[in-house]
Each structure stands twice: as C-alpha cells, then as structure tokens.
C-alpha cells in the first residue's frame, strides 16, 4: 500500500513541474541568449551547440536526454522516470514557445542585473520541478540519484556538474561572461535549495540539563513552545537523565539561550537549523495558548 502511495501520479505534480519548466525555458531564451549567458547541465550544452552549429535548444534538449533517460530509468523507478520525461517534453516544449515568442525584458545590457535574474529564475523554475517530485532530465538526473543514493543536496551537486559544463561553454563565451554566469550559477544554487526545501529555516535544542524539567517549563511558558523530554544515558558514567528538545522561530533563539544561562549555565546545549517544520505553531497558524509535544 505505501509503494502504491509513493508511485501515485498526481494532476498537481504534473501542472507544477510543467510551470517550473516554463519559467526555466523562460529564463533561458530571454535572459541567458540575448545577455551571452552559458549553463549548466545539458541545457548549457545545447547553448553550445546553438552558439556553434546553429542547432535548435528545443530538439537538441531531447535528443541528449535519452542517454540520461535510460539511467533514470533503472535507477529512479517508474514514477520519477514518467515525471522526467514530462519536465524533459515540456522544457522542450517551452524553448520553442518562447523562441517562437520571444519576450526579452529591458536590462539595458546590465550583465550584473542579468546573471542574478538568470540565476533566481533558474532557481525557482527548476526548485518547483524538484519539490514535486521531477526532473528536466539532464543533469537534474544524476543529482537527483546523488540526493537519493547519498543524501546530498540537489543544489550543491548540480553546481559541481554544472561548473564541467560551464568550462566547455568557454568556446563561445568571453572570460567576462563566463564570471557572471558563475553569478548566476551561485545564486541558482541556493535558490533551488530554498525552493525545494521551504525558506522557513527554524532552530531545534538539544539541551543537556540537570534540570530538565525548569528548562522545559521554562520554554513553554515564555515562547509558548512545545517542548520535549527525550530520556538518555551518560556514555561515560551511565547515569540516566533527560534531554530537553525544542524547535523555536530564529528570533527566539537568544531567548531560550537566555533562559538555559539563567537555570543551568553549565548546561550542554546544541543548535540545529531545521530546514522544514511541519505542523502547529510552525506549518499553520500558532495557537494564543501553550502547547506540547507530548501526547496525553
């Protein structure tokens, strides 16, 4: 029953990794061509190829892919691999449309304006791709195998592939380009980051207290934040004791360090940035009164 949910297909996927592309494709004919902008991935090889042969990114973005297309296939299973060859069509799709009508914005040749817009635009477009579960084949794909074999982050990775590319693209970039396309890169980087994961980056303790119970009360009292009280053992004397485990906004954070100093300034304390909370107080509105981990 789980692997049925995992592989099920949904219309809201399909539509938003079909926008992600849009604004990808976008970005690319209006912002990376007219400004000599080179990318990443195969998308910066099928620039490449148009800088050189005159070749159409539209038909070139397909045609590369189907290598890539086959590894996905036996490594990422069967509802990633539909939803790559979707974000794969429809980017190609996109490039056309947005060849055939193209709407370059006024940047006044500002090449510093133009490699962020590239950059944010990149981000954002391929970020929505990623939060919902696709790909637009490419380098997307082994970055995508990266994060699900190792753990590593889909931005970080694709910067590193990316740069590969990036060094080909010098064949038909000046120096200068290139430094601002690398602007583009870094900013496209933690953009996707971002978008995939949630932009609210919250604060999780770890508190190491003899007084677990007047930290706990403590938190709850002045943030109104749940905590919770997780029972370890000393590893060199064995002796048991409890941890205090709480996730705060940011702006609390000095707050709950004030408060550790003032009950236990011996204490060992850890600080975590949690990427994504879900949940009350953080994911849906916070309630005006205490609340608590803690299932009674």
Do not use: C
């Not at 060094?167 to 120096?175: Q, R």
């Not at 938190?219 to 205090?244: A, N, W």
């Amino acid at each position: 029953m789980m692997k049925t949910n995992l592989e099920r297909i949904t219309i809201k996927d399909i539509i938003m990794i079909a926008l992600g592309t849009g604004i990808y494709a976008w970005g690319l004919i209006n912002i990376n061509i007219p400004n000599e902008l080179a990318e990443g991935g195969i998308s910066g090889i099928t620039l490449i190829l148009r800088a050189l042969f005159n070749w159409n990114p539209a038909y070139t973005n397909l045609i590369l892919n189907i290598p890539l297309i086959i590894i996905g296939y036996r490594i990422l299973g069967r509802r990633s691999l539909i939803y790559t060859l979707w974000g794969i069509a429809t980017l190609s799709f996109w490039l056309y449309v947005w060849q055939t009508f193209p709407t370059p914005p006024a940047l006044h040749h500002d090449m510093l304006i133009s490699g962020l817009l590239a950059g944010l635009l990149a981000g954002f477009g391929l970020g929505l791709v990623f939060r919902f579960g696709g790909t637009s084949g490419g380098t997307d794909v082994v970055a995508r195998i990266l994060e699900q074999k190792f753990g590593i982050q889909i931005g970080r990775s694709m910067f590193i592939l990316d740069a590969m590319v990036l060094l080909l693209s010098l064949v038909y970039v000046d120096l200068v380009n290139m430094m601002y396309t690398l602007i583009a890169s870094f900013v496209f980087a933690q953009v996707v980051g971002v978008v995939q994961q949630g932009s609210y980056t919250a604060r999780s303790f770890m508190i190491f207290t003899d007084y677990p119970e007047e930290i706990s009360h403590a938190i709850m009292d002045q943030l109104e934040r749940g905590t919770s009280l997780i029972k370890s053992e000393g590893g060199y004397s064995h002796r048991e004791q409890r941890i205090v485990y709480a996730v705060v906004d940011p702006s609390e954070v000095n707050t709950v360090q004030h408060i550790i100093e003032e009950i236990d300034a011996k204490a060992f304390v850890s600080i975590f940035t949690a990427q994504e909370q879900l949940g009350e107080g953080f994911s849906y509105l916070r309630p005006k009164k205490m609340f608590s981990f803690d299932k009674k």
